[in-house]
Structure formats: C-alpha cells, structure tokens
C-alpha cells in the first residue's frame, strides 16, 4: 500500500494522458480501442483525486497537434469526448466536482462545443475538485494569443510596455485564476512535455512512468503522489534557504 502524507499534497495535478494508440496497437487492436479503455482510466483517477483531496486535475485530452490524426480516429475522440461529458455530469454533480476547459475550443465540432458548455455551466457553482479539460489546446498557441491581446493594448495606449510583468501575462493565459501544476504526470515514458502548458510548468514537478494511459489506475497515481511527496522543491533558492523558509 502506498503511503501518501495528506498534509503534502500537491495542489494542482495535471496529466499527459499518452499511449493509448500504442497500448492498442500491441494488443493487435485498433488504436480506437486504446482511446475507449482509457476512458476508463479518466474515471479511475478522477474519483482518486477527488477521494484523496487535490484541489485541482488537469488533463491533456487532446491537443492542436491531435487535428492531424486520421480524421476516423478524431472523430471516435470526439465521440468519446461527448459521451463522458454526458456520462459524468451526475457524477460530477454528485461529488461537487466543477469543470473547466482549456484550448482553441472554436475547432471542436459544434455537438462537443455544446455538449462542453453545457456540463462547463451545470458545474459553475461547484467547490469541490475542478478538472480542466485541455481540448484542442496548444500551449505556444495560447501564449501567443497573450502576447497579442497586450500588443493590441500597448498599441492603442492603454498599457505601457514597462506595465507588462509575469503575473499580467499570466492573467492572460486561458489557466488565468488557476494554479501552475505542482506535478506533472506524463504516461507511456515519453520524456517530453508536448506544448502542454509551456509557461505554468514552469517549476513543476515532472514524473514519468512507462505505464501506458489505458492501464493507469488509483495505484499508478498513488505512486505518481508519493514520488512527488519525496521531492524538494526550491524554487531557485538553495538547500538552506529552503529548509529555513519552510520553518518560517
């Protein structure tokens, strides 16, 4: 049994949820497949954090790279996607758990943008766990988008350049009110961050396991938590200034 400290929790988790094609693909099965087991595994962790009190889960579900795939197999994603947000509402509801969503969602087909808003409107009022759902989502895509919302108001003489600090273009970002992730899980053990939330990773804590997404379970991320909870984080400052910071 993995041993968790309550008291350490990380605040923010969010997940690059990779490998379902691949997990199909050995099995001899279609990549749809993988997508539809890992279905499961959404629903696995999402009750796992809610049980064991992280404030906030985020989940790569499909990124602006993800267009490119063979449209027989974004349109099941699509599917897919409509189906849990129509499945999950009771639960949702249930358990006090608010939804967000990240991305260009302008791109999604107008059945999921309506389907999304729907769910994003009935869990407004929410204070328990908020999942953010990054869907059609490209982190140099939204920095960009930033930069040029305060280009257009320096242009127009509402903001002076030297107005334009870190917590400005934060405010801008699509997470704007949401804390950067503590911890950042990416499945499959593919050693990259994949335009996920380029800028909020700043100094989060990144663990890696080879379990591909559709057979990560409660116990994966248990381990995924007590791994973090084994980290020092210091942000910059060293060793001594950490510990004494900690004891103030």
Known sequence: ???????????????????????????????????????????????????????????????????????????????????????????????GIRLEAIGNLRRLP?????????????????????????????????????????AAEVHRGELAPDEVTEELVASRLSTAGIPDPDLLIRTSGEMRVSNFQLWQIAYTEIYVTDTRWPDFREQNFLEAIAHYQQRERRFGRTQEQTKLRAAH
């Open 1 to 95: 049994m993995v041993e968790i400290d309550k008291e350490r929790l990380p605040r923010h988790v969010a997940i690059i949820m990779d490998g379902n094609g691949r997990w199909a693909t050995q099995r001899g099965l279609n990549r749809i497949a993988g997508h539809r087991r890992g279905k499961d595994s959404v629903k696995d962790v999402v009750e796992a954090a809610r049980r064991l009190g992280i404030e906030y889960l985020s989940l790569y579900a499909f990124s602006s790279e993800n267009w490119q795939r063979p449209k027989t197999e974004v349109q099941a994603l699509m599917r897919f996607l409509r189906h849990y947000l129509a499945s999950e509402i009771k639960r949702m509801m249930k358990h």
């Open 110 to 150: 107008p059945e999921v943008q309506t389907a999304l808003r729907k769910a994003i409107h009935q869990t407004r009022d929410n204070d328990g766990m908020t999942v953010v759902l990054a869907v059609s989502y490209g982190s140099r895509e939204e920095i960009t988008e930033a930069a040029r919302s305060i």
